[in-house]
């Protein structure tokens, strides 16, 4: 079976943040019919839409799929467990935040999942990390790039990078 290419936003504001980055990358690689292809570069991001958080380490993998988006997103919500999420509401502080951004140029509303996800284009911190790996990509609804958007979007919260690895380290 051929691959889908989808890519997975990644975030954290509590604890050792780069790690739970890096873990986490670790961790999707090895989700069944899932494999790593690319990591941006870890931003240092500050947090939006909330008050009163610290700051976030944040960054997308792409990844080729032979999955679908449904399990991909149940692999994905097992390892935010598996690391100490608990989802009590909306923005709040979190070990680890797994986020399909994009699942090949799928379109996809339902009860537990959009694709694309549907603050992809408002958020600088998914749009930078976003343009590292794939600029010319299409945003399937929209139809411009990701180069395209992040050039719409008004000045906003800091994001500056904040730690570069090799994917090849990130999955050790």
Partial sequence: MEGTT?????????GDKLFNCRYSVGRINRLR??????????????PEGVSGQD????CVAQVTITQRP????KGLMGIESDM????KKRWETRIIDLDILLFGQEIIESDDLTIPHPLLHKRRFVLEPLFQLAPELMHP????TISQLLNKL????SVEPLH????KNMLE
């Fill in 33 to 46: 019919g899932c494999h790593v292809t690319a990591c941006s570069t870890i931003f240092k991001t500050e």
């Fill in 141 to 144: 609804v929209l139809k411009l």
């Fill in 84 to 87: 100490g999420r608990i989802r």
């Fill in 164 to 167: 570069t690895l090799a994917t």
């Fill in 6 to 14: 989808a890519y997975i936003g990644i975030g954290s504001n509590v």
């Fill in 70 to 73: 449904s399990q991909l997103l």
């Fill in 55 to 58: 700051w976030y380490a944040n």
């Fill in 154 to 157: 008004p000045k906003g919260p």
